[in-house]
């Protein structure tokens, strides 16, 4: 088995691939440890396939290519390299060079120190932009409030394989590798690691796909809309009743008329909750049909071992 297995989704980014495998393989040759890096193109549109097809033709011995027939998006990318990962630690990060692959070894360091089954980079400042940011601080505030996460976290990651063995045994069209990870164990460490902006293109994952990504993780890994559902209905009943009680008692002793808006207002705004309720439980059923028809996380184009 080999020291470390470099897991590196790749979307559009033929600008810096050739840069990021000689920085990587430089680390672990000072370090003295063997290596493989597992390239996952993830159905970019560039010519992100080319270069890595020749860095494989250059360094055969050390690296696998992979390429998917259309995008999966970073985490299915990432369990897909996680299929192939000979090492005894897996290490992922992104293929923009805004981890410098050079502090690779401060997570090696922590990761052996710590005796920890998962360390992850983080940031004392991103480099991205303020929508991105936000997006990406509320996803991770809503992963420890809602599933009870670390509540921090990035895709610059160490991890200890075993743990990649019990993650290769979800096999869920939708899966978010930190939450499941989280599940097996609590040995986790961090380490703050630089963090630079990005050189080329514009990063894959926009201020919708966030919203998105957050909407799926409420749906395949929480029950929060239905608990909203149920302590929603309760409070609005309530009130319902408290306001149904205040237009009886108008009616009875003061001989005020319902009127027409009163009526409308309560049959619009039942209506509403009602709808949205259905709303919810729609979204539960299509996540349930797609994990019953067994939708692939990923599908390989072509393999370049």
Known sequence: MLDFSIIVPVYNSEETL????????KVFIDIGNTFEVIF???????NSWDVISKLKKDYPDSVVAIKLNKNFGQHNATMCGFTFAKGEKIITIDDDLQNPPEEIKKLIECFKSNNS??????????QHDFARNVMSKTVKKSNKVFMKGAGKGSSFRIINHKIIKRLLEHNITFIFIDEVMQWYTNRIS????????RLHNKSGYSSLKLFLLASDLT??????????MVYGGMI????SFLLALKFIIQKLFYDVPLGYTSVIVAVLFSTSIIVYSLGVIGGYLSRIQIV?????????EELLD
């Open 18 to 25: 050739e840069e990021l495998y000689i920085r990587l393989s």
């Open 190 to 197: 961090f380490v703050e690691v630089e963090h630079r902006k």
């Open 292 to 300: 019953q028809n067994k939708k692939p996380q990923f599908n390989i």
């Open 117 to 126: 089954d998962i360390t992850y980079g983080i940031y004392t400042k991103k």
């Open 236 to 239: 609005i009943s309530f009130f």
């Open 40 to 46: 996952v193109e993830d159905g970019g549109s560039d």
């Open 219 to 228: 749906y395949y890994y929480t029950n929060i809309p239905l608990k909203l």
